[in-house]
């Protein structure tokens, strides 16, 4: 079993920066991907960033130049750096952890933007 915690969301004006943290309670090692996923009112819930155990990242075409995904081994704990964040962003934002076929997520965390 993995547990994740979020923390880091909030409220900003457009322009704004966030970022995002997730502690895994697992080695991050043991963790064969992890995620940042987003789930606005009504919608479903969409990838935002992806990074590998290699470091391998990938982003979502509408958060590319702006969202940056990030590991700290020593601290078992991914990040998502938002950077000129837009009211489109808006959402509760997930973390995803996939190990050993399993996914495993956060409770999420609200970023509301406001133009």
């Known amino acids: 079993q993995v547990q994740l915690v979020e923390s880091g969301g909030g409220s900003v004006q457009a322009g704004g920066s966030l970022r995002l943290s997730c502690a895994l309670s697992?080695?991050?090692?043991?963790?064969?991907?992890m995620g940042w996923y987003r789930q606005a009112p009504r919608k479903q819930r969409t990838v935002v960033a992806t990074i590998t155990s290699g470091g391998s990242t990938n982003y979502a075409d509408s958060v590319k130049s702006r969202f940056t995904i990030s590991r700290d081994n020593a601290k078992n704990t991914v990040y998502l750096q938002m950077n000129n964040l837009k009211p489109e962003d808006t959402a509760v934002y997930y973390c995803n952890a996939y190990r050993f076929g399993t996914d495993y997520w956060g409770q999420g965390t609200q970023v509301t933007v406001s133009s």
């Open positions: 697992k080695t991050i090692f043991s963790i064969n991907a």
